[in-house]
Nanobody, 122 residues
Framework: QVQLVESGGGLVQAGGSLSVSCAAS???????????MGWYRQAPGKRRELVAD???????NYADSVKGRFTISGDNAKNTVNLQMNSLKPEDTAVYYC?????????????WGQGTQVTVSS
């Protein structure tokens, strides 16, 4: 089992910056099997969508809507992932969820944090 604890987020004006962080904890075997972590978001009335993710080897992937504005980084030693959000827009307002994926043998698991609110005022 993996537990994900998020921090950060909050309220900011359009054009401002925020960061959200996530720390993974749990059984060492499960933690070491994590091969990717990332952030999803869900706005009211919308589906949850990928914002950005990063693999254990450092490869990153971003939603088109955040490219050039958001930066994801990870620390494998600390089992953390951080999302730096710059030039925020009102449409970035959502609950942001940390996500981790691991693979143990032929089994794959997805884990989710409880979410942290990001609100961008116009």
């Amino acid at each position: 089992q993996v537990q994900l604890v998020e921090s950060g987020g909050g309220l900011v004006q359009a054009g401002g910056s925020l960061s959200v962080s996530c720390a993974a904890s749990g059984h060492t075997f499960s933690i070491n099997a994590i091969n990717a972590m990332g952030w999803y978001r869900q706005a009211p009335g919308k589906r949850r969508e990928l914002v950005a993710d990063i693999t254990s080897s450092g490869s990153t992937n971003y939603a088109d809507s955040v490219k050039g504005r958001f930066t994801i980084s990870g620390d494998n030693a600390k089992n953390t992932v951080n999302l730096q959000m710059n030039s925020l827009k009102p449409e970035d307002t959502a609950v942001y969820y940390c996500h981790a994926h691991n693979r143990i043998g032929r089994y794959e698991y997805d884990y989710w944090g409880q979410g942290t609110q990001v609100t961008v005022s116009s």
